[in-house]
């Protein structure tokens, strides 16, 4: 449930008022309450594990048959991205990043998410944890973007890519 559809304060309980758009935002009007569903958007991390000259991309069980994407996870409170973006590669593939590059940070108003993009230089086997059951490595000449959520970081590395900007993640 996204904080904007809230029913009740999680301070003190009241109903509250408001229609949860951006001009009327649910909020609490209970006497000495002052919480505002403000609805902002979650920071996920997506991160492009390379080796090889590859691009490795994952089917998440929760995803339709033959979507895959770069692997993805929330930052936890307090954490720095990049952090989680080199906790995910562990927990999800068992790799070890090597070199993590920044590629942008993207919106995903769809999921009420922004996506903060890194390419990884990554070492080791592929062992998926439970959330993933299969994985590709996609050769970096066949790598194509799409138009939706995290093909906007696929984009921005071969972007990047085309301009030298990332050549020491590539043999
Ligand atoms: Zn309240």
């Avoid at 408001?18 to 996920?44: H, I, K």
């Avoid at 108003?109 to 080791?124: L, P």
Wanted: hydrophobic letters at 45%; one cysteine or more.
């Amino acid at each position: 449930m996204k904080l904007q559809d809230y029913q009740f304060c999680p301070q003190c309980g009241s109903p509250l008022q408001g229609q949860g758009s951006e001009t009327d935002r649910r909020r609490c009007v209970a006497e000495g309450c002052s919480f505002v569903a403000w609805g902002n958007p979650t920071p996920v991390v997506a991160v492009l594990c390379i080796q090889n000259d590859a691009v490795l991309l994952a089917h998440n069980v929760t995803f339709p048959p033959g979507v895959i994407a770069p692997i993805a996870g929330f930052v936890e409170a307090g954490e720095d991205p990049a952090h989680t973006a080199k906790r995910e590669v562990m927990e999800e593939l068992s790799l070890n990043t090597e070199t993590l590059e920044l590629l942008g940070v993207f919106p995903f108003a769809h999921q009420n998410q922004v996506i903060i993009g890194y390419a990884a230089k990554v070492s080791g086997e592929v062992v998926l944890n439970e959330e993933l059951d299969s994985y590709k490595w996609v050769a970096l000449s066949k790598l194509k973007a799409w138009d939706f959520g995290t093909g906007a970081v696929v984009a921005a590395l071969l972007a990047q890519r085309a301009q030298g900007r990332l050549s020491h993640l590539f043999s």
